[in-house]
C-alpha cells in the first residue's frame, strides 16, 4: 500500500433550486405524485421544443464563480445520446463543447494545510427520470425529467478518500452559501460518482481507472474509495490487471462491485443541440451575480481568524455552517469573549442540537440569551456548572437567563456563612481526605471541593470554596 499513490477525481451532481424545469415550464418541485409535472417537452414528444430556463443558467453562473471557474461568453447545448427507459427522448441535453464554465479551483484543508483542487469544468443538463423498480415490475416517474442539473468535473488532484471527502465537505458548505440547491444526497438533490486510479509512486502515467457509483452520503463517498483503492492495489500486487469499468458500492457490505464497462465519451455520438440557439450571457448579468455573491467559507473562515482572533479548527468548523457562523457573529456583537462563545457553540449547544436533530436554526436560543448567561457567569452571578443546566432550561422553556435564575433560586451563594457550614460539613464526614490533603496531597482538595459543590447544589463559586478549604484545613483538624 506504501509504495502506490491514489488518484481521485469527482463527479458531482447537483439539483438546482428553480421553480421550473430546465428546458420547460413544469414545476421541479420534489414529492408530487408521479407523473403529475410533466408536458410534451419534458416527455419528449415529437415537435415539442425546448425554451432555456434563465434562472438555471443563472444559478449555474453563480455556482461556476464561486467555484473560481471562468464563465464562457457564449454557451451551447449539445446532445448526449444514450437509451434509457428514464430518458424520454433517448438523448439528455447536455454540454460538452463549450460549457458554461471551466478551469476553476477549490480549497481544502488538508493536515492543518491548504490544497487547490482544480475544477475542470461546471456544465447545466436536464436530469432524467426516476425508476421505481417493484416486484416484477417497473415503474417511471417522469417529474424529475428535464429538473435542471449542474455537472460539476473535479480534475484528478485529489490523493486519498479522506481528500475526497473534504473537497466533498467544502464544496457543500460553498453550495449551502450561495443557497442554490437543497444539497440532500438522501433525495438525490446532491450526487456524486468516483473516479479512481493508483499507480507506483513516482511514476507519472495514470493508472487503469474504475468509476464508483451508488454511494448516498459522503462517508459512504469515502468507505467506497477506501475499499477500491485497496482492491486494485491488491490486483496488481497479484499480478492482475484493472479492467476500464463502472463499479457500484454496496454500503451495507462495504465493497465495490462490477456494474457495466466504462462508456467512452464516443459512444454518447455528442453532437449540438439544434433546438437550443447558442446563448451569449449579457455581461451586467454576470457582473449582478458577483455583486451578489455573498462572502464564502474560505475567506470567512480566515477574516473569524483575524477578526475574532480563532484558531484555524474554530474557525473552519464554524463557518462550515453558514447558520453556525451567523448565529456566532450575532452573539459576537453582543459579548466581546469570541473564544468562549465559539466554545459554548461547539461543546454544549453542538451536543445539544446534535442529541435533538436540530440545527442552530430551529434551535430555541436567542442570541441575545446566550450572551447574557454569559455576562451573568463573568459577574459571579452563576457558577459556570450552573450554567450548563440553565442553557438547557432555556432552550426548553423559551425563557430569559436572568427570569430562569430567579424563578430557580440558582443564584451563585455569596454568604459565606453557608459556604462555611458547607466547608465545615465536608471536612467533619471526610476526615481521611482532609488528612491526605494535610498530609501534601495538594490535589486532595479537589475531592473536597466536589463535596462542597454537591453540598451547595453547585451554586457555590468553587473558587472561593478552595480558598476557605484551604484557610480551613490550614490550621490542622
Ligand atoms: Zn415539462
Keep these: 500500500m506504501a509504495n502506490y499513490e491514489v488518484v481521485i477525481g469527482l463527479e458531482v451532481h447537483l439539483q438546482l433550486k428553480t421553480k421550473t424545469k430546465v428546458f420547460c415550464g413544469c414545476s421541479a418541485a420534489f414529492g408530487a405524485p408521479p407523473n403529475t409535472h410533466t408536458c410534451p417537452v419534458c416527455l419528449g414528444f415529437p415537435g415539442s421544443l425546448p425554451v432555456l430556463n434563465r434562472e438555471a443558467l443563472k444559478l449555474g453562473a453563480k455556482v461556476a464563480m464561486a467555484l473560481n471557474c471562468r464563465v464562457a461568453e457564449e454557451i451551447r447545448f449539445d446532445r448526449k445520446n444514450y437509451f434509457y427507459p428514464d430518458l424520454p427522448k433517448d438523448y439528455q441535453i447536455s454540454q460538452y463543447g463549450q460549457p458554461l464554465s471551466q478551469r476553476g479551483y477549490l480549497l481544502i484543508l488538508t493536515e492543518g494545510k491548504e490544497k487547490r483542487i482544480g475544477i475542470t469544468r461546471v456544465h447545466l443538463e436536464e436530469d432524467t427520470g426516476k425508476l421505481l423498480h417493484g416486484t416484477g415490475q417497473s415503474l417511471i416517474d417522469f417529474n424529475r425529467a428535464g429538473t435542471p442539473l449542474l455537472e460539476i468535473v473535479s480534475e484528478p488532484d485529489i490523493s486519498s478518500p479522506e481528500e475526497a471527502y473534504f473537497y466533498l465537505t467544502a464544496l457543500k458548505s460553498i453550495l449551502e452559501y450561495i443557497d442554490v440547491s437543497d444539497c440532500n444526497m438522501e433525495e438525490g438533490s446532491l450526487r456524486c460518482d468516483a ?4 499507480r507506483k509512486k513516482g511514476t507519472k502515467e495514470l493508472g487503469v481507472k474504475t468509476e464508483i457509483k451508488n454511494m448516498n452520503s459522503f462517508k459512504a463517498v469515502r468507505a467506497a474509495l477506501e475499499h477500491e483503492a485497496a482492491r486494485q492495489i491488491e490486483t496488481l500486487e497479484s499480478g492482475g490487471k484493472i479492467t476500464q469499468e463502472t463499479r457500484l458500492f ?9 456494474m457495466r464497462s466504462k462508456e467512452e465519451a464516443h459512444d454518447y455520438r455528442y453532437f449540438p443541440e439544434p433546438d437550443l440557439a447558442p446563448f451569449d450571457f449579457e455581461k451586467d448579468v454576470l457582473r449582478d451575480i458577483k455583486r451578489e455573491m ?3 467559507p474560505e475567506p470567512r473562515r480566515k477574516r473569524f481568524m483575524s477578526e475574532y482572533k480563532l484558531s484555524d479548527y474554530d474557525a473552519a468548523v464554524l463557518v462550515s ?7 456566532f457573529e450575532k452573539c459576537s456583537s453582543l459579548y466581546k469573549k469570541y473564544k468562549i462563545i465559539a466554545n459554548w457553540i461547539m461543546g454544549d449547544i453542538s451536543a445539544y442540537m446534535k442529541e435533538h436533530g436540530l440545527t442552530i436554526d ?9 450572551t447574557g448567561m454569559l455576562d451573568m457567569i463573568d459577574k459571579g452571578i452563576i457558577s459556570g456548572k450552573i450554567a450548563k ?12 437567563p436572568l427570569s430562569l435564575v430567579k424563578e430557580k433560586g440558582l443564584e451563585q451563594i455569596t454568604d459565606t456563612a453557608q459556604i462555611d457550614q458547607a466547608v465545615a460539613d465536608v471536612i467533619k464526614e471526610n476526615k481521611r481526605i482532609a488528612d491526605d490533603f494535610m498530609g501534601g496531597k495538594q490535589n486532595a482538595v479537589m475531592a473536597l471541593v466536589g463535596k462542597v459543590m454537591a453540598k451547595t447544589k453547585g451554586k457555590a463559586n468553587p473558587q472561593k470554596v478552595i480558598e476557605m478549604l484551604k484557610e480551613s484545613l490550614k490550621g490542622g483538624l
Design 195 to 198: 473516479n479512481i486510479s493508483v
Design 250 to 258: 454496496d454500503s451495507a457490505r462495504g465493497v465495490t462491485e462490477p
Design 294 to 296: 455573498p462572502e464564502l
Design 321 to 327: 455552517d453558514k447558520a453556525l457562523a451567523d448565529y
Design 362 to 370: 430551529r434551535l430555541n436560543l436567542k442570541s441575545e440569551y446566550l
Design 389 to 400: 443546566t440553565l442553557l438547557i432550561d432555556i432552550v426548553r422553556t423559551g425563557k430569559d
